[in-house]
């Protein structure tokens, strides 16, 4: 009777329950350990395995196998179509896209998933035709992979002359359909949208924006899905 109550005790102790207080390590870990279907929503995780009280809030994605998605702090999550005093959206060096869980947890979660995949959704303003199109949108992974639209001239530049980016920018470029792309020919204020995928987790979430084009004030909008592990 004391080693099923010590059993039991010890059970209580470890499970893991996607709250603040017994998180567990990814959402996906949680729907194989719990006994019971979950509904997909806000969970907590703590993915470097340390101490509970870095634990961060995530969405999981049932549906979708238990994906884990963190979400784009809320002031870097979108922009509205505006003049930026750069190309690239951050507008500086100090204000690079900055995500809901820190860098640590961030990484974890990359090296213990098998993909990654982060919608990006580029406004442009319909007033420049030649420039600001869909083609000329570069987005940087977090591993210095550029994604641009899969019809982009190859001698377009890239964000490592736009953004002054690190030297392991540039190592490597992935070519993107968009799924909707209403700012092919950017005569009229629409919206593209670049669902991302990698095999290779470490390449999101994407980091910075940019365009390509002989303006130096270019005016565009964007918004930033959750990047969401598997």
């Known amino acids: 009777m004391r080693l099923n109550e010590a059993s039991s005790s010890l059970f209580d102790e470890t499970r893991v329950e996607g709250s603040r207080e017994r998180p567990a390590s990814s959402c996906k870990d949680l729907m194989h350990s719990s006994t019971e279907p979950l509904k997909s929503g806000q969970y907590w995780m703590d993915p470097n395995g340390g101490h509970s009280g870095d634990a961060i809030a995530v969405h999981c994605n049932f549906e979708q196998g238990g994906?884990?998605?963190v979400h784009a702090n809320a002031d870097h999550q979108s922009s509205p179509v505006q003049q930026h005093s750069t190309q690239c959206a951050s507008d500086s060096h100090d204000s690079k896209f900055n995500y809901t869980a820190?860098?640590?947890?961030?990484?974890?979660?990359?090296?213990?998933?098998?993909?990654?995949s982060q919608a990006v959704t580029y406004h442009c303003d319909g007033q420049t035709p030649t420039q600001h199109t869909s083609q000329h949108v570069q987005m940087v992974g977090s591993a210095g992979t550029i994604f641009r639209h899969a019809d982009a001239n190859s001698d377009m530049d890239t964000p490592c002359e736009l953004c002054e980016s690190t030297t392991s920018c540039c190592s490597n470029i992935e070519s993107v359909k968009p799924v909707e792309d209403g700012c092919q020919s950017n005569t009229k204020p629409s919206k593209t949208v670049f669902q991302l995928r990698s095999n290779q987790p470490h390449q999101l979430p994407v980091t910075d924006l940019a365009v390509a084009s002989s303006s130096q004030r270019p005016s565009f909008g964007f918004e930033l899905g959750p990047v969401c592990f598997h």
């Open 102 to 116: 820190h860098a640590s947890q961030l990484r974890y979660l990359q090296m213990s998933s098998e993909g990654a």
């Open 67 to 69: 994906q884990t998605c």
